[in-house]
């Protein structure tokens, strides 16, 4: 043996640590990682700490010797609440600073140590601080035992535990040395002093590799994790996607249901009017051949007729029909006037008038059928409200304001309004104050302007009525 085989094995000591810390520097580059951060900074200090021990005879002792014995125990320290974060799994990572007291306190007493034994360096505070290095271990054992029972695969925590172990076993023989005398010495070159040194340097380097190997592991287990969660997620987005389809298609029949016996009726009035023309036409022309003038007016309000009554089936073809999911530029007077067409029926059967006031050069991004769809919920859901009271003058007012980009469409009764405290809860799924309300058609008309990026909300005006207000990007 020479007199350099422990500091030997010190500086190998320091250089391995530092090495671990640029490894683990590099695998956790850009991550806010404390617990990475936290085992770096523990290999940093072990590094600093054995290096400068080795050349203590030139340094005053209260740096080489108090100070890195300090640096030492606040590494352990460290060590231990790295592996404390690994488990915790709160959002916020806080160190216990309380823990800062040991380091603290071990450079009290070995100052103290070496005021009584004439400023050098005693095997008193050699076993002075290798006991604390022992106790500091034996919190990293704790946290490793207690840690490792929040993850399925323990396998490195009881390695991790288990290198801990021996560390502590190791650092408490080396007390036992100093106390009976055999080597009070740190850089003594006896056999057993110089195993216990080299077992030390190796299950210290060996648990930073192990921790570097359960942090890729973790990191590994993770990223499965995730993928297995995005595959689950996926699916979910799917069946969510078909729930919201299948409820359009409800919805879209339901309304359209709705409309059916009024529509039924705005169609036959045209149709009956042609039949009375028709029939009229038929007995002038028996009685008076000549009178082209009463027959071209006969045949023009037929015309007319039949017109009207086309566009209604046109409109309601339209708003049934699914086969067109594109999103295009859509005239909002133009779209709003078709649906008003199609809704008309009903709101001469409740004696409600309807009012438009939206400038004829508006555009939107919408599906066109979607969006009719919106305004039929809307239109139904006044129409619902108002058939409730017992006003004389029963109004809508649909309105369309742009501003910048924006365009700003409000829809509003002169109702009862909604109930005070339900302006945000009528738009969820399965909500309603209908007696026969499904919860569908605001949940769904919300979820749809979502979708084209604007949005829906929803309050009472000041004369009491409700107030729907639609805000989409102008095309």
Known sequence: MTPFTVQTLFLLYSAISFLSAILIGVLFWGKKDFSANLWLWACLLTSIATAVTVFRSDIPPMISFSLMVSFETLSVVFLGESLRQLGDNSSKTRFNKLLLIIPVALFAIVEIERSTGNGFVTPMMSATATSFFGICNLFCLYQAVIVRKKFTNRFFFNFLATTFGIVIFLYFLRVINVAIGYSGYTFDIKILN???????????????????VLR??????????????????????????????????????????????????EINQPLGASRLNAQFAEMKLES??????????????????????????????RLSSNQNNNISSVNLAESINQVIEISKGKLRSSKTTINLDCASHYQINVNISEWQQVLINLINNAIDALDETDIDHKKIEISAKQ?????????????HGIVAGQEYKIFDLMFSNKEAGSGIGLWLSKNIINRFGGEITAHNTIDGGACFVIELPSA
């Open 216 to 265: 890729l592991h973790l990191g590994f287990a993770e990223y499965k994790h995730l993928n297995n969660m995005n595959l689950k997620l996926s699916n979910v987005l799917e069946d969510r996607n078909e729930m919201i389809l299948s409820l359009e298609r409800l919805n879209r029949s339901a309304s359209l249901n709705a409309l059916a016996s009024t529509i039924s009726h």
């Open 403 to 415: 501003g910048g980009k924006t365009i700003k469409i409000s829809i509003q009764d002169n109702g």
């Open 288 to 317: 008076d051949p000549s009178n082209v003038r009463l027959l071209k007016e006969l045949v023009k309000n037929i015309l007319e007729d039949i017109d009207r009554a086309s566009n209604i089936v046109k409109n309601l073809s």
């Open 194 to 212: 110089v195993i216990i040194w080299f077992l030390l340097v190796l299950f210290g380097s060996v648990r930073n590799l192990a921790y570097i």
